[in-house]
């Protein structure tokens, strides 16, 4: 791969994304037929368009509703070669992968090959339990529903500067976890609700320890029984490569400026575990979700395990890797993720038996001034979807 830096301003952005449209009426995906006239299409796709318009590169979204499947993409994939995003490439699912492992972690549940209330030292290998302090008061659905008190790797200053000045190098689980080694817990076991990717990735050596290999694992439970062909964890960064994946576009500099980050993406998301990892279509992403909440992959009972939610400033925030909020007021249930340089939203919305995601590829986890529109519309994307 090229690494030359790109850097583009809003204005090239805006003159490209009039020359890159696509509408989902040639898309057929096996039986799934898609509803061309669904009565949202006008208004999402306009929606979708303003965002393009506005500094995103390009935004793809996916509609499954009592009108049928819709899916729709607007702007770029790349924008130096000026090529579409369709709704056929892949998207970084980022933190939504979470859902993907507490899935895995509560199979084993269901066979009882682990405890949700038993502590995270019974299946951990013992060297992984000395880098947690009080690792014997954290039990697995701490982990699950982050009430842990255990840091953040995130927040060592060493991982940043080593993942964007040496984005070749190659993680392993333990790798991130070293990153807290012997760091004091934030808050009691248990106490409260604090969202921490190092949770997630201890998830992932703690189904390592009992099954051999995590990714197989959820290969095997959730990827081939919902028959997602176009799911993949893990995968190396070459063969992540050759996928149909639109590059990834970052603000650096919070200037409105941006910069094509995709080696640092795909290198960054081929070696993450548990807490991300993910990359899939649109329509596959709603595949995985629908299929959780039909119960295909969990029975009823721990399905309800996992929609036992933690409360935060009394109201439900989190269960067990799924997530509970409010849009527009209106009850979800579903994940979000975020990256160097992508974004999605996966949501379920009972009242309206509404299933969408939406994924972009520019950046959200650090500020930008093209954020501050791009939140607007987003508002005005939900209220048309709900309305």
């Not at 579409?84 to 998207?91: I, R």
């Not at 899935?103 to 995270?120: F, M, R, S």
């Not at 255990?150 to 500067?161: G, H, K, L, Q, R």
Request: glycine content about 8%; charged content about 20%.
């Amino acid at each position: 791969m090229k690494k030359t830096i790109f850097l583009f301003v809003c204005t090239l952005i805006l003159a490209q994304n009039n020359q890159a449209q696509k509408t989902s009426s040639s898309l057929k995906k096996g039986s799934i037929s898609i509803n061309e006239n669904h009565p949202k299409s006008q208004k999402v796709s306009k929606i979708l368009k303003e965002l393009t318009q506005n500094g995103c590169p390009g935004a793809s979204i996916a509609i499954l509703d009592n009108n049928g499947w819709w899916l729709h993409s607007e702007g770029l994939a790349s924008l130096e070669e000026n090529e579409p995003l369709t709704d056929n490439h892949l998207h970084y699912l980022q933190s939504v992968a979470k859902t993907y492992m507490a899935v895995a972690v509560l199979k084993l549940y269901e066979t009882g090959k682990l405890q949700l209330d038993n502590p995270i030292t019974q299946y951990l290998d013992s060297r992984v339990s000395q880098m947690i302090q009080r690792a014997n008061e954290i039990t697995v659905r701490m982990l699950l529903n982050h009430t842990s008190g255990i840091s953040e790797y995130n927040f060592n200053p060493n991982y940043t500067a080593t993942l964007l000045q040496h984005p070749e190098t190659v993680f392993k689980g333990e790798d991130y976890i070293g990153y807290i080694k012997g760091k004091p817990l934030d808050f009691e076991p248990g106490s409260r609700y604090s969202y921490r990717n190092s949770n997630y990735v201890l998830l992932s050596l703690i189904v390592d320890k009992i099954t051999g290999d995590h990714s197989d694992f959820i290969r095997k439970q959730i990827f081939e029984p919902l028959n997602l062909k176009n799911t993949y964890y893990q995968i190396s960064p070459r063969k992540l490569k050759s996928k149909k994946l639109p590059n990834s576009y970052w603000d650096r500099y919070s200037d409105g400026v941006l910069e094509n980050v995709s080696f640092v993406q795909q290198q960054n998301v081929a070696y993450m575990v548990g807490d991300d990892g993910i990359v899939t279509t649109t329509q596959e992403a709603i595949l995985f979700l629908k299929g959780l909440l039909e119960g295909k992959l969990l029975q009823e009972n721990t399905l309800k395990e996992m929609m036992t939610w933690v409360m935060r400033d009394g109201k439900p925030a989190y269960g067990l890797g799924l997530a509970s909020n409010e849009i527009a007021g209106e009850r979800f249930y579903g994940h979000s993720g975020g990256g160097l340089g992508a974004g999605c939203e996966l949501r379920y919305f009972p009242d309206k038996n509404l299933y969408m995601f939406i994924a972009i590829n520019i950046g959200t986890v650090t500020d930008s001034p093209l954020h501050v529109k791009l939140v607007d519309i987003r508002e005005r994307l939900y209220e048309t979807l709900l309305e």
